[in-house]
């Protein structure tokens, strides 16, 4: 980061490399849409770039990254550009024949699950469960403390056992 | 409140024991639950490696264009510094006087809060990651509002709504060239109501300082009115403005 802040452009596209794709896979999940994703990925390292003077020596770099992508998928929704959930029919129907089988109704059930949840909690939930942040480093990147984060996450986590209570059963 | 071994029971691979402990936890069972279900949604289709580089050009251009990254003290101190550049030259601007406050200390006490409030809430308005700083500041502007009503003598003098009326149209004139070096400076940040108000609130002290030094009025029916009024008046159609404004980057 050291480097980044003075200019080197290496170590940028090292992060780049090694942030992008978790990054937009967040985005992709909070904004529910490709291209939004794609939008606001740039957006936040753009924004990155631009903000960078304003990064705290001895600060955790993941959380302060995912702020900013927060920040710029609220930016968006608050503009009225939040897309609403696709139908069925906009579920991809094909799927190279590499990738892992993917239960499409499981994955549109959970979606809307999600997109049930105020945006905090949602968001908590996103960042612990997809992106692997722990609940210090999501209270770090909120700006709130981390019991506050835990309690968004419980309440988050509940209210999807209440929606998805079938699908739990099934698993458990 | 949640229980204290949620974090060990929502992680990737919880221990046996803790898993025992979710069956019987009203808080970690349904959550646990939960957390599971998620975990069978695949990951979203990867973007192949150049779709994604195609992402980072205009990063990579900005960087070119900006090897150096600017220090965020540098916006700070443009905020509180025509801030206290405004505060000051309205005050030495204005005509003197006869003194309306209740004592002395009220009068330089109240002087000295609302300078405080110019220069150092301009600076922490802009301070990063300081959000428990910012709403201790929050405070400190409910303070300084109360002090500003209480500070008079009680004197009212003639002509109030008149004389009223000149005072908030002063200090929102003073006002209006700092609150635009504010806007300038918010859009560098993610939007936050917080910040905004406070850098608001930070201007529009600047202003009522003026004010404070300068009004005959003292009653406090004129200085809630006319002063301390379009003080908040200013830092609520900051926060709404900015809705209004593009964002240059979207750091906290």
Known sequence: M?????????AFDALFARHAGAVRGFLRRLTQSEAAADDLTQLTFLSLVRARGRFLAGARFKPWLYAIAANAAKDH????AHETLP?????PVQVADAAPVRDLGLEKRVREALEQLPEAQREAILLHRFQGLSFAEIAEQAGVTESAVKVRAHRGYERLRELLGDLAGELS | MSCARLEEVLSENPSAEARAHAVTCPDCGPALQAFDVLGQVA???PVPVAALESLKASSVAELRERPRARPWWVEALVLAGANALVAVGASMAMSWHQSQHASLMWRWGAAGA????AVVGGWIAVVPQAKRVRSGALLFTVACAVVAVLCGSGDAGGQAFAAGIGCATTECAIS????LVAGWVMTRFSSSGLRVWLAGASVGAAGMLALHLHCPNGSAAHLA????????ML???????????PTFAHAP
Do not use: N
């Open chain 2, 235 to 245: 830092c609520f159609a900051g926060v709404a403005a900015r809705r209004f404004l």
């Open chain 2, 43 to 45: 990951e979203p289709t």
């Open chain 1, 77 to 80: 929704r608050r503009r009225g």
């Open chain 2, 114 to 117: 609302l300078g405080l409030l």
């Open chain 1, 2 to 10: 050291e480097r980044f802040c003075a200019g080197d452009s290496q």
């Open chain 2, 176 to 179: 209006a060239v700092p609150m």
């Open chain 2, 225 to 232: 009115t006319f002063h301390v009024a379009p003080w908040l």
């Open chain 1, 87 to 91: 139908g069925d029919d906009a579920l």
